[in-house]
């Protein structure tokens, strides 16, 4: 890797007090070996093979604990060994646990370090783009039951997060373009300008690390703001669930055969499409976001994805109310990205037909 310009970090406040955000891209041996005190890692099993050399003294630790990255290992019954082997390890509550690995690894460490021993310190690595660029601040954890994906969960942010781009190098090309279809979300949300402009590099971002390393940066910065006025979801952060309701049914249409932040990807344009079609937005504007999103998930749209299986996720979305489906939708010119109710009739069916319809054509 050639020179990086390491960037500023900075301190978000939660109602937890403030933690940090570093970007750090010291050997991973360093990076490690800085964390203090009692330290127990949970490791993503892909982490661990592939840096097996720079990670050893991590792996090493008779107390590390490596998990495959999978939806199954997310749910509340697979948790339950993980934690039989942190209370096996002698877990105590002035130790941390040190999650490594994407978004999996931390909804796992964060759910447990809010629940064991009433609450434990944890830091974060995070070795994905989705999660360095998204999820890594915000508290939330999600861990699913069964079928229901994200069911439970917690807010309890970390201590700190770290962020290394070196781990970006073996990410996989899906993994890629899900890390930045939650980075095209958080300008979409910041606005027309922003927006543009991010489209404007978006051929640079998977080539060119110093610029794929400022728009992590801004991403995050854009949600610091949302997240240190609403923590706890109930306000101003909802518009962070722009193309998620569609998101989130079209992964469980496709069985999670789709990265998470693609599924988005394609729920932002199905959201835009919708709301041309319900006369919210000018076709221009559709047009104009359409474009960067259809390069982000590429051939994932030829993926088959069912209607009525997503119309079926779609009608149980935690954010609906009795009466209606709340999306989260463009809305005017130039587009803001706002909280809207919408009957799930059979016009809206139709239009999630046409839209499903074009997307293959
Ligand atoms: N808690 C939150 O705020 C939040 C926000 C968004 C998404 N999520 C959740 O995060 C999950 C998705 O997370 P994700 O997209 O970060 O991916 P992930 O954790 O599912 O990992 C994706 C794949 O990449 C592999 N991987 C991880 N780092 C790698 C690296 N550096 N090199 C090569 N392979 C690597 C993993 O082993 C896995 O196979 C979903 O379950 C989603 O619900 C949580």
């Given at each position: 890797m050639g020179a990086l310009h390491v960037l500023d970090g900075f301190t978000i406040q939660s109602h937890k007090g403030p933690y940090t955000v570093t970007f750090d891209e010291r050997p991973l041996e360093e990076l490690t070996s800085s964390l203090t005190g009692t330290r127990h890692f949970i490791v993503d099993a892909n982490i661990a093979r592939l840096y097996a050399r720079e990670l050893a003294a991590v792996l090493d630790r008779p107390t590390t604990v490596v998990i495959k990255a999978t939806e199954e290992n997310k749910s509340i019954h697979r948790i339950i060994p993980v934690i039989e082997a942190l209370v096996t390890n002698r877990v105590r509550r002035d130790h941390a646990l040190v999650a490594i690995g994407g978004g999996i690894i931390q909804d796992v460490t964060c759910f447990i370090a809010s629940t064991l021993l009433r609450g434990l310190r944890w830091d974060f690595i995070p070795t994905t783009l989705l999660a360095q660029a998204?999820?890594?601040?915000?508290s939330k954890s999600s861990v699913n039951l069964g079928e229901a994906k994200n069911i439970l969960g917690t807010f309890n942010p970390p201590a700190a997060v770290h962020i290394s781009t070196r781990f970006l190098d073996t990410l996989e090309d899906r993994d890629v373009r899900s890390g930045i279809g939650e980075i095209i979300k958080v300008h979409a949300i910041e606005g027309a300008a922003a927006y543009d402009k991010l489209a404007g590099h978006y051929d640079h971002l998977a080539t060119d690390r110093t610029v794929l390393l400022g728009y992590i940066r801004d991403a995050l910065l854009i949600k610091q703001r949302y997240i240190e006025r609403d923590e706890y979801d109930k306000g101003v952060r909802n518009v962070f669930n722009y193309g998620h309701s569609f998101g989130h049914a079209i992964e469980a249409a496709t069985h999670f055969g789709i990265p998470h932040g693609v599924a988005v990807t394609i729920g932002m344009d199905m959201a835009n499409n919708i709301a041309a079609m319900r006369s919210l937005i000018p076709e221009q504007e559709c047009l104009r976001m359409g474009q960067m999103l259809r390069k982000n998930y590429g051939d994932f749209r030829r993926l088959p994805i069912p209607l009525d299986p997503l119309l079926s996720a779609l009608t149980k979305d935690k954010k609906n109310t009795s009466s209606a489906l709340v999306l989260i939708l463009p809305v005017g010119e130039p587009a803001s990205i706002q909280r809207h109710e919408v009957q799930g009739d059979a016009v809206f069916r139709s239009q999630c037909v046409r839209f499903l319809e074009d997307l293959k054509a």
């Open positions: 998204d999820s890594c601040i915000g």
